[in-house]
């Protein structure tokens, strides 16, 4: 008995190992956390530059924000005000 496996790219995962935090993605990318705050994708850059936004990291040389650090930046900014 033969059986034909799927190549992983096509193959449903059985085993999702991704967490998601409140039915988000774990991370996101300055466009995406632009959107979300209302704010220009060279704002987010800038912030960065000048160490004012939510922690960073770099996933395979590309820029991400997690959600658990956007939400503790944000609660941050509303105790500022």
Do not use: C, H
């Not at 790219?9 to 632009?34: C, F, I, Q």
């Amino acid at each position: 008995m033969s059986t034909t496996r799927q190549p992983a790219k096509n193959r449903p995962s059985s085993n999702n190992t991704t967490p998601e935090v409140a039915g988000r993605r774990p991370y996101v990318t300055p466009e995406e956390l632009a959107a979300y705050v209302g704010v220009a994708v060279q704002t987010i850059y800038g912030w960065r530059k000048q160490s004012k936004g939510p922690r960073a990291t770099k996933i395979g040389g590309q820029l991400r924000f997690a959600w658990t650090d956007i939400d503790e930046w944000i609660e941050q900014q509303q105790r500022v005000a």
